[in-house]
Nanobody, 117 residues
Framework: HLQASGGGLVQAGGSLRLSCAAS????????MGWFRQAPGKEREFVGT????????YYASSVKGRFTISRDNAKNTVYLQMNSLKPEDTAVYSC????????????WGQGTLVTVSS
């Protein structure tokens, strides 16, 4: 079970940190991904972090502004979002799976991020 939290309303240029808490004892066995879906648009890949936390990968639209980290002891993955833009407005969701296989079988409920101009 995955649960994302931390969304809210923020002004353009501001920052927000999302969390995704996982239940169970196998959190460290999965790569974790963040995705987002803006109103009327398809779901978009944001970034991933490997199960060890050793490497991350980001979509070009967020690279340099967003940072993914994880704490396997707390079964939690984070998405630090800086320099937010109105086009970052979306429902952000976390997923667990295997990044190299582009396989994300486990999804959490999303959290809404709204960036005002």
């Amino acid at each position: 079970h995955l649960q994302a939290s931390g969304g809210g309303l923020v002004q353009a240029g501001g920052s927000l940190r999302l969390s995704c808490a996982a239940s169970g004892r196998t959190f460290s066995s999965y790569d974790m991904g963040w995705f987002r879906q803006a109103p009327g648009k398809e779901r978009e890949f944001v970034g991933t972090i490997r199960r060890s936390g050793a490497s991350t990968y980001y979509a070009s639209s967020v690279k340099g502004r967003f940072t993914i980290s994880r704490d396997n002891a707390k079964n939690t993955v984070y998405l630090q979002m800086n320099s937010l833009k109105p086009e970052d407005t979306a429902v952000y969701s976390c997923a667990a799976g295997t990044a190299s296989a582009v396989s994300w079988p486990y999804w959490g409920q999303g959290t809404l991020v709204t960036v005002s101009s």
